[in-house]
C-alpha cells in the first residue's frame, strides 16, 4: 500500500487502486462497473438500438438533386454531404431517446438508390450503466420530380411574375449602364428570360419576390416610378388559392445625363429660383441638375421628379461640336458635388460654321483650353421644341444664351491613337434581341454602344458601379506615348479586375493585377 | 453448499431472513416455500424461527446477531421479544437497544468474533454490541459507503464486500476482520450483497438470479464446498478433547 503525504494540508492520502471482479455472466475478470457485467455480457443482455428506425424512404429529386423533407421543403445536398447526412439523420424518429455520438456514411453504389449511414448511440441501462452501441440504418431512395422542376418540365417559359422595364427616349444609353450594374450587383441572376424591347427590357421572374427584390434594386440605383398589376391565371375553389401573374410597370426618368432642361418655372422656384436653363449632370437614384451660369446645383429624387415630369428639351444626339478659340481666365470656381467647375467666358465657334464666333459662359473652364475641341448645344441654330423654353424665350431680356457647351471632346486624340482595342472588356447579360419588330438597326446599336464605351473612358465618376475586366489582347501602341502631350483617355490597368473566365491565360499572371479600386 | 432461493418472487433472501452459526430467523410469508427451502437444509441442525419485527418482514435487515446474541431495534414489539426468547436457544442473549439508527441490519456486519459499525452508531450501542455478541467493533466504511451491514456479508470463514471497494480498502478490512474478503455481486450484478444473501460457517442461500459466477464465487470465499455441519462439531469435540488433556 503506498501512501502520499500531502505536507500542505496534512492529509493522508492513501492511494486507490481499482480491484477487479468477476462478470456475473461469463466469469472473466474486469474492473467493477454499475452492471457488474462485462461488455459482451452486456450487449448480449441490452440492445439500446431496439425500436429504432433501421430503414426509411427518402424522396430525390434528379433535376435539381434536392430531397424532400416533408412536408414541402426541398434541400439541396450533394452525394455524401455533410448536408445529407444532417438531413438524413434529421429524417429518423425517436433518435431523442439516445444520445448520438458518431455517424458516418458507409459507401453504397451510387445508382443502387440506397444510402447507408452507420450510426454510433449511447444509452444508459440497468443502473447506470452507459452503453455504446453502432448499428446501421438503411435509406431507400426514391426519384420524385419537386415542384418547381415538373412546372419548368411542363412549360419552361412559365413565369409567375416580370417587371417591364421603360424609357421613353430615343437612345439605350441608359440601359447599357443599367446592364452593367446589374451585372455587377447580380441583381438579375434570378431572371428566368431576358429579353430587350422597344424602349426598354422585359425580364421574368418564377417568384413575385424575386420580382419585388429587382424592382427595389432598381430603385436604389435609378429614379423609377411603377405600378404593379396582376392576372389571375387559376382559380382552386376547394382551398380558395388563386394563382396570379404579376406584372410590374417600372418607367425610368427621361432625363439623361449630360441633356439640357428647361424647368417650368414651379419646379425652379421650387429649387430656389435655379436657372430655368440646367444641364443634368448625374442620374442616379436621384438627378442632379446644374445651373451652367450661377454653378448651382440641386438635386431632385424620384418622386419629386415625377410630380412635375419635365423632359429635356435637348438630348446627346443634339450635341454638336464646337472649336474653342479662346478662353478667358476664370470668373468664379466652385465644387459642386464633388466635381470642380469654373465660369469663364470663352470664344467658340461651330465645326460646321466656323464663321459665325460666339462669346459664352461655360461652366467647363477648369478643362477648356484654346484649340480645344468640345461639344455643347446649339441653341441660336437649333429648332427647340419645348414649351417651357419657349415661355422662357419670350420671357427673358436679353435673350437665350447662343450655346451651352457640355463635355471636351477627345476625337481628335482619339484618331491620333488610332487604337483598334481598348484595354478592358465588359460582360454582357443574357438579353434575347427582339428581332420580329425590324425596327431596331444593327449599325445604330453598334454606334451607340461604342459611345457608351468612350463615354466610361472620360468619366471615372461613371466607371464606379462598373465591372472592367483586363483584355489581354490588348497591345498598348508604343508610338502614341511619345508623340502626343496629352493622350486620350484611357482607363487606368489599376482598375481593371482580373477575369479569370474572359482571358484564358495563366492565372499567376492576373493574379499580380488584381483590382483595388473596386 | 450454497442454495439458490425466492421469497415471494423476489430475490433478497437477505432481507426477509437472518441466518448464524445458532439459530435461523425467517420471515412469515404468504406460502411455505420459503421456510421449506430453509428447513430442507438446517432441519435438525439449528433451530428455524418465524418471526416478524415491528410488524415488518424485513427481518433481515433490522436485526443483528451471531450465536452468541441477538440485538432488535426498539420498533420491536414486546410480544415478538418475548417470542424470539422462546424459541431461540438460552445461550443466545436476545436484546432490545434504543438506537436512532433502527436497521441494525445495515448498520453492524458481524460473526463470532468481530463486528463492522456505521460511523454514526452510539458509543452505547457500541459497548453493547461488544457486550451481547462478545465481538470487537470497528467502525469502517465498505468503498465509500457507511452501511456496512449491507454491503458486507461475513461469516467466520470469509467475507464478501461491494464490488466497488478497492484493494487497499479490501487489504485494511481483511487484517481487521481476520477473513479472506473478496469483492463480488450477487443476484446478476447487485453490489448490496448482503441484502441478496444470507450465510454462515456451512452453508448460504441466494437469490435465484445469482449467477453460476458469483455462485462459485461465494462458493470458494466463504469455503461452503467441504463443510458439513458434522465437522463443526468434530472439530469442536477435538477442542474439548484438547483441553481435557
Known amino acids: 500500500m503506498s501512501s502520499v503525504m500531502d505536507e500542505q494540508s496534512g492529509m493522508f492520502n492513501v492511494q486507490q487502486t481499482i480491484g477487479s471482479v468477476l462478470c456475473c455472466k461469463c466469469g472473466v475478470q474486469m474492473p467493477p462497473n454499475h452492471a457488474n457485467m462485462c461488455v459482451n455480457c452486456l450487449r448480449s443482455e441490452v440492445d439500446i438500438t431496439e425500436g429504432l428506425q433501421k430503414s426509411i424512404q427518402i424522396f430525390y429529386c434528379p433535376e435539381c438533386t434536392c430531397y424532400l423533407q416533408p412536408p414541402k421543403t426541398w434541400i439541396k445536398a450533394q452525394w455524401e454531404s455533410k448536408e445529407l447526412l444532417t438531413f438524413c439523420i434529421k429524417r429518423l424518429k425517436n433518435l431523442n431517446k439516445v444520445k448520438l455520438k458518431n455517424a458516418e456514411f458507409v459507401w453504397t453504389e451510387p445508382h ?46 412559365q413565369w409567375v411574375a416580370s417587371v417591364q422595364l421603360r424609357q421613353h427616349v430615343s437612345h439605350r444609353r441608359t440601359f447599357f449602364y443599367l446592364e452593367q450594374l446589374i451585372l455587377r450587383h447580380d441583381a438579375a441572376s434570378r431572371a428566368i428570360r431576358i429579353q430587350q424591347v422597344d424602349q426598354g427590357i422585359d425580364f421574368f421572374f418564377g417568384n413575385k419576390s424575386h420580382a419585388n427584390a429587382f424592382v427595389e434594386f432598381l430603385r436604389k440605383v435609378v429614379p423609377i416610378e411603377y405600378r404593379q398589376d396582376q392576372q389571375l391565371v387559376s382559380h382552386d375553389v376547394k382551398s380558395s388559392l388563386y394563382n396570379y401573374k404579376y406584372t410590374y410597370s417600372v418607367k425610368i426618368c427621361p ?18 429660383n435655379l436657372g430655368p436653363l440646367v444641364v443634368c449632370t448625374k442620374v442616379s437614384d ?12 440641386a438635386f431632385l429624387d424620384a418622386r419629386q421628379y415625377w410630380r412635375s415630369g419635365f423632359r429635356s428639351a435637348l438630348t446627346s444626339r443634339q450635341l454638336v461640336k464646337y472649336f474653342v478659340f479662346d478662353v478667358e481666365s476664370p470668373v468664379v470656381e466652385a465644387t459642386v458635388g464633388g466635381q470642380i467647375y469654373a465660369l469663364s467666358y470663352v470664344q467658340i465657334a461651330r465645326e460646321s460654321d466656323i464663321g459665325k464666333m460666339f462669346y459664352v459662359q461655360t461652366h467647363l473652364g477648369h478643362i477648356l483650353k484654346p484649340g480645344d475641341q468640345a461639344l455643347g448645344y446649339d441653341i441660336y441654330g437649333a429648332n427647340v421644341n419645348d414649351n417651357e423654353m419657349e415661355k422662357y424665350r419670350l420671357s427673358v431680356k436679353n435673350g437665350l444664351p447662343e450655346a451651352i457647351l457640355i463635355k471636351k471632346c477627345y476625337d481628335e486624340q482619339r484618331e491620333r491613337k488610332k487604337k483598334k482595342s481598348r484595354n478592358f472588356k465588359l460582360k454582357k447579360l443574357p438579353i434575347e434581341m427582339d428581332d420580329s419588330r425590324g425596327r431596331l438597326d444593327p449599325e445604330r446599336m453598334d454606334n451607340e454602344y461604342e459611345e457608351f464605351l468612350r463615354d466610361l473612358e472620360e468619366n471615372p465618376e461613371l466607371r464606379f458601379n462598373v465591372s472592367m475586366y483586363e483584355n489581354t489582347e490588348y497591345e498598348p501602341s508604343e508610338t502614341a506615348s511619345m508623340t502626343d502631350g496629352e493622350g486620350a483617355p484611357s482607363v487606368p490597368l489599376a482598375e481593371l479586375l482580373s477575369d479569370l473566365k474572359i482571358s484564358e491565360k495563366e492565372e499567376d499572371d492576373d493574379e499580380e493585377e488584381d483590382d483595388m479600386a473596386e | ?75 420491536t414489539t414486546d410480544q415478538e421479544l418475548q417470542h424470539l426468547r422462546n424459541s431461540l436457544p438460552d445461550q443466545v442473549v436476545v436484546q432490545r437497544i434504543d438506537e436512532r439508527l433502527s436497521a441494525l441490519g445495515n448498520c453492524i456486519a458481524c460473526n463470532d468474533h468481530v463486528a463492522l459499525a456505521h460511523t454514526d452508531l452510539d458509543k452505547e450501542t457500541e459497548e453493547i454490541i461488544a457486550d451481547v455478541l462478545g465481538v ?33 480498502d479490501l487489504d485494511e478490512l481483511s487484517t481487521l476482520l481476520q477473513v479472506p474478503l473478496v469483492a463480488g455481486t450477487v443476484n446478476r450484478g447487485s453490489e448490496v450483497i448482503a441484502a441478496g444473501m444470507t450465510v454462515n460457517d456451512w452453508t448460504s442461500f441466494c437469490g435465484s438470479d445469482t449467477t453460476a459466477t458469483e455462485l462459485s464465487v461465494i462458493d470458494s470465499i466463504f469455503k461452503l464446498r467441504e463443510a458439513q455441519p458434522s465437522s463443526i462439531v468434530d472439530e469442536m469435540r477435538k477442542s474439548l478433547i484438547d483441553t481435557y488433556v
Open chain 1, 112 to 157: 443502387s438508390k440506397r444510402i447507408k449511414v452507420k450510426l454510433t448511440v449511447q444509452a444508459e441501462v440497468l443502473n447506470g450503466a452507459v452503453l455504446e452501441q453502432s448499428y446501421l440504418v438503411e435509406f431507400t431512395v426514391r426519384d420524385n420530380l419537386c415542384e418547381s422542376c415538373s412546372r419548368f418540365q411542363a412549360n419552361p417559359d
Open chain 2, 1 to 75: 453448499m450454497a442454495t439458490r432461493l425466492q421469497f415471494e418472487n423476489n430475490c433478497e433472501v437477505g432481507v426477509f431472513s437472518k441466518l448464524t452459526n445458532a439459530y435461523c430467523l425467517v420471515a412469515i410469508g404468504g406460502s411455505e416455500n420459503f421456510y421449506s427451502a430453509f428447513e430442507s437444509e438446517l432441519a435438525d441442525v439449528i433451530p428455524i424461527v418465524k418471526t416478524s419485527i415491528g410488524g415488518t418482514r424485513i427481518i433481515g435487515r433490522l436485526c443483528a446477531g451471531n450465536k452468541n446474541g441477538l440485538l432488535v431495534p426498539h420498533t
Open chain 1, 286 to 297: 436621384n438627378i442632379t441638375l446644374l445651373d451652367p451660369r450661377t454653378l448651382r446645383c
Open chain 2, 136 to 168: 470487537e467493533v470497528f467502525r469502517q466504511t465498505i468503498a465509500g459507503n457507511i452501511l456496512v451491514g449491507s454491503y458486507c456479508a461475513l461469516s467466520n470463514r470469509g467475507g464478501m464486500v461491494h464490488p466497488h471497494t478497492s484493494v487497499e
Open chain 1, 255 to 272: 432625363v439623361c445625363r449630360e441633356d439640357l432642361v428647361c424647368l417650368p418655372s414651379k419646379v425652379a422656384s421650387g429649387l430656389g
